[in-house]
């Protein structure tokens, strides 16, 4: 059918290019000497009139005469020059063999460059293909391999020390399940992956039937951090442990959308991020890599008319804002230090369990500075960098909060 259309398209467009060119006559201009001669006839017919009305004596009609058929000579004259015959020549043999010369340059493009012996591609082959690749995906040892090398923040000396004495620690205790949390934690703030999933693994297993799905959702996403961003056979092992305690993990959910996205299934990612996108929570950290790619995605699922939901203005944010922050004036100092401290708190919580945009961060970094925890402050500055350093947009938001209250420096 490729070539059956093909085909016919280039006929129909080679017909309309040559059709000009071989057309047997062409509507030519009158030339001016021949308007010019027909009114010199009218004018010896009009002296004809004149001299049978009187209005004219012979003498004048003759001399009358003499000037039109002067004028009449001249003009059959220009006649004759103009009507150089105007023949087709050699210009449709010309042009039909620089066409054909097109089209022969094209095929050859076509054969160099493209698939000419590509077979046809129904959806439910390619659906096929698709599952087949997500029975195969590459073991999460071949993917990190494969991963390209990232850089990985700067961070200050004495956090290095204290990661460096955390590390000593787990290393004597290795069943410590809240040593093993941190270190996981922390060696992704330092954007050591490989070490992070190394940890979260191994408190998986010391969790055993206690393991939570928040535990799995952590480590699928600890292993495609380690993997490029792609998705591993153990990284899906561990989304689909996670989805199976707890269906609603919005994270999870949009792992499991990225692995069918990754993998040519674009139908099922799209309903995926479309549910997310459109229940929330307006705050998650996946939103924004979700608005920035379903409209894309929406295309390539068949629904080019999808409209996202509107994002939520700035001022919708939850945590302390400037507003809240100001009314605290009429307090005590304890009660509005306790205040503030209490709303910081719960903003750091919220963060850590569902993450958050850029925006939240920035307000995170902010907000600890002028409660007088300026070390922590850098401690979260540290970790907003790992997760957003990829995003210019989104890194834009957190220097600037850095650069308001002197953390711009790492």
Same mark, same amino acid.
Do not use: C
């Given at each position: 059918?490729?070539?059956?259309? $093909?085909?016919?398209? $280039?006929?129909?467009?080679?017909?309309?290019?040559?059709?000009?060119?071989?057309?047997?006559?062409?509507?030519?201009?009158?030339?001016?000497?021949?308007?010019?001669?027909?009114?010199?006839?009218?004018?010896? &017919?009009?002296?004809?009139?004149?001299?049978?009305?009187?209005?004219?004596?012979?003498?004048?009609?003759?001399?009358?005469?003499?000037?039109?058929?002067?004028?009449?000579?001249?003009?059959?004259?220009?006649?004759? &020059?103009?009507? /150089?015959?105007?023949?087709?020549?050699?210009?449709? /043999?010309?042009?039909?063999?620089?066409?054909?010369?097109?089209?022969?340059?094209?095929?050859?493009?076509?054969?160099?460059?493209?698939?000419?012996?590509?077979?046809?591609?129904?959806?439910?082959?390619?659906?096929?293909?698709?599952?087949?690749?997500?029975?195969?995906?590459? $073991? +999460?040892?071949?993917?990190? *391999?494969?991963?390209?090398?990232?850089?990985?923040? +700067?961070?200050?000396?004495?956090?290095? &020390?204290?990661?460096?004495?955390?590390?000593?620690?787990?290393?004597?205790?290795?069943?410590?399940?809240?040593? =093993?949390?941190?270190?996981?934690?922390?060696?992704?703030?330092?954007?050591?992956?490989?070490?992070?999933? +190394?940890?979260?693994?191994?408190?998986?297993?010391?969790?055993?039937?206690?393991?939570?799905?928040?535990?799995?959702?952590?480590?699928?996403?600890?292993?495609?951090?380690?993997?490029?961003?792609?998705?591993?056979?153990?990284?899906?092992?561990?989304?689909?442990?996670?989805?199976?305690?707890?269906?609603?993990?919005?994270?999870?959910?949009?792992?499991?959308?990225?692995?069918? *996205?990754?993998?040519?299934?674009?139908?099922?990612?799209?309903?995926?991020?479309?549910?997310?996108?459109?229940?929330?929570?307006?705050?998650?950290?996946?939103?924004?890599?979700?608005?920035? =790619?379903?409209?894309?995605?929406?295309?390539?699922?068949?629904?080019?008319?999808?409209?996202?939901?509107?994002?939520?203005?700035?001022? *919708? =944010?939850?945590?302390?804002?400037?507003?809240?922050?100001?009314?605290?004036?009429?307090?005590?100092?304890?009660?509005?230090?306790?205040?503030?401290?209490?709303? /910081? +708190?719960?903003?750091?919580?919220?963060?850590?369990?569902?993450?958050?945009?850029?925006?939240?961060? *920035?307000?995170?970094?902010?907000?600890?500075?002028?409660?007088?925890?300026?070390?922590?402050?850098?401690?979260?500055?540290?970790?907003?960098?790992?997760?957003?350093?990829? $995003?210019?947009?989104?890194?834009?938001?957190?220097?600037?909060?850095?650069?308001?209250?002197?953390?711009?420096?790492?």
């Amino acid at each position: 059918m490729f070539w059956i259309l $093909t085909a016919a398209m $280039t006929a129909m467009v080679a017909a309309a290019i040559l059709r000009p060119f071989f057309r047997s006559s062409a509507p030519v201009a009158e030339p001016a000497a021949a308007y010019d001669l027909g009114v010199y006839r009218d004018q010896l &017919r009009e002296v004809d009139r004149d001299v049978a009305r009187g209005v004219l004596t012979e003498i004048e009609a003759e001399r009358l005469r003499t000037e039109i058929g002067r004028k009449i000579l001249d003009a059959d004259r220009a006649m004759v &020059r103009q009507a /150089v015959p105007q023949g087709r020549g050699s210009r449709p /043999v010309i042009a039909a063999v620089l066409l054909v010369a097109a089209l022969a340059a094209s095929a050859a493009v076509y054969w160099r460059l493209g698939a000419p012996a590509m077979p046809d591609l129904p959806l439910g082959a390619r659906i096929a293909a698709a599952d087949e690749r997500l029975r195969d995906l590459p $073991t +999460q040892a071949d993917a990190e *391999a494969r991963a390209p090398e990232r850089p990985k923040p +700067q961070a200050d000396p004495d956090y290095l &020390r204290l990661i460096e004495q955390l590390r000593a620690a787990v290393a004597q205790r290795p069943d410590d399940a809240r040593g =093993l949390a941190l270190l996981a934690e922390h060696e992704a703030r330092l954007g050591n992956s490989a070490a992070a999933r +190394q940890a979260q693994e191994r408190l998986i297993a010391i969790r055993g039937s206690e393991v939570q799905g928040l535990d799995h959702t952590r480590l699928a996403a600890l292993m495609i951090e380690a993997a490029g961003g792609f998705v591993s056979a153990e990284a899906r092992a561990q989304i689909e442990a996670a989805l199976r305690i707890d269906p609603a993990d919005g994270q999870a959910r949009y792992l499991q959308g990225l692995m069918y *996205a990754q993998n040519d299934r674009p139908d099922i990612a799209f309903g995926i991020w479309r549910d997310l996108l459109e229940t929330g929570p307006a705050g998650a950290p996946w939103m924004g890599p979700i608005r920035q =790619l379903i409209p894309d995605l929406a295309w390539l699922a068949g629904q080019p008319d999808y409209v996202p939901p509107e994002v939520p203005s700035a001022s *919708a =944010l939850p945590g302390p804002d400037a507003d809240t922050m100001a009314a605290a004036g009429d307090m005590t100092p304890e009660e509005r230090q306790q205040m503030i401290a209490g709303m /910081v +708190q719960n903003l750091e919580t919220r963060l850590a369990t569902e993450g958050g945009t850029p925006e939240e961060w *920035a307000r995170l970094i902010t907000s600890l500075v002028r409660i007088g925890n300026e070390p922590h402050a850098r401690e979260i500055l540290a970790e907003a960098r790992t997760r957003f350093g990829a $995003t210019p947009d989104a890194s834009a938001v957190i220097e600037a909060a850095a650069a308001e209250v002197g953390l711009s420096a790492p």
